[in-house]
């Protein structure tokens, strides 16, 4: 842990290393919070939290940490607490894809990626819940995806299912604190430009999309922030991904269903 300086609220972001979290990290310091950021690469956070307090004076506190240990939760809430005080934000950021079939991966991996993806999340939000709403403020927000709303796809099996999981588990969560100063927000961003194509290794396929399918990190953060602050339970990021997204939801389920393993079975093994 290292700590660059003392305290108004607190934004805890995990996953705040690379892509999305770096740049809601950014916005947040913007704004005057304070910061625990989380990720495995201490050096990242060590820099970007020493980067943050110096051009926006607020403090910023990095934790390195891999969530997908089942403990990470509890011992990361500690620590955090215990050097900034109690968390007024939580983003759940932190993720990453397997771009494989189901059998041809280990279990060890897909409980791991279970873990950091689903239960890591519940388990943070379980613990900040009763002091956000002790104190009558708090945000959660988690970044989900488009992937837990469209229909899914060969390839990248849990992923659209843990997606699907924080969507409807943050639509609850919303409406069970309404009224409580505790807002819940799913995102869902689409196609995004950050490190996340190339931890999964499927940045010359993904390359090769155009540019107008594409959001920057610093929209999406831009977006989940606004979102956020207008209490909505779950927002689509981008007007191309709340496009197809209507369109999606025009078709009956078995036919969209239909389309999306035809597409599959033309791309390939990884359906991507
Ligand atoms: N990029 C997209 O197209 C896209 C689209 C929809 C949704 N999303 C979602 O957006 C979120 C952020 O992804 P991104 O696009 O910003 O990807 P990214 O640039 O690869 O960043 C992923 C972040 O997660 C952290 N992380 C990964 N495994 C971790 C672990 N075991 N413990 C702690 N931290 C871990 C990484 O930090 P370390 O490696 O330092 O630990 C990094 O900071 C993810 O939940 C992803 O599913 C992304």
Redesign the pocket.
């Known amino acids: 842990m290292t700590d660059i300086s003392p305290s108004p609220r607190l934004a805890l972001i ?10 809601i990290a950014r916005l947040y310091a913007s704004k005057g919070f304070n910061l625990a950021l ?5 050096d ?2 060590t820099k970007l939290a020493a980067e943050l307090s110096a051009q926006f004076g607020m403090s910023a506190y990095a934790f ?6 089942p403990d ?1 939760p509890g011992e990361i809430m500690d620590m955090v607490e215990n050097a900034c005080g109690p968390v007024d934000i939580l983003v ?6 397997i771009a494989k079939r189901y059998h041809e991966t280990d279990w060890t991996d897909q409980a ?1 990626f279970l873990q ?2 689903l239960t ?1 999340p519940c388990e943070m939000t379980h613990r900040v819940l009763p002091g956000m709403r002790a104190r009558g403020f708090g945000r959660i927000v988690n ?5 837990g709303l469209a229909p899914p796809a060969s390839g990248h099996t849990l ?1 659209a299912a843990v ?1 699907a999981g924080l969507v409807r588990f943050s639509q609850s969560l919303n409406a069970e604190n309404d009224g409580s100063g505790v807002h819940v927000t799913a ?13 999964n290794g499927q940045r010359p396929k ?1 390359s090769k999309l155009p540019g107008w399918m ?2 920057s ?1 610093e929209a ?1 953060a831009l977006e989940s922030w606004t979102a956020s602050e207008a209490n909505k339970a779950m927002h689509v990021t981008g007007r191309y991904n709340r496009l197809m997204w209507s369109a999606a939801r025009l078709l009956p389920e078995n036919m969209a269903f239909g389309i999306m393993k035809k597409r599959s079975a033309a791309l390939g093994k990884d359906g991507r």
């Open positions: 995990t996953g705040a290393s690379a892509g999305i979290g770096t740049s989380v990720a495995r690469r201490e990242r956070i390195a940490c891999d969530l997908s240990v990470a759940n950021n932190a993720g990453y894809g791991a950091l993806m890591t970044i989900a995806s488009i992937a992923y997606k995102v869902c961003p689409g196609m995004t430009y950050s490190e996340f194509h190339d931890v993904v594409w959001q990190a999406v």
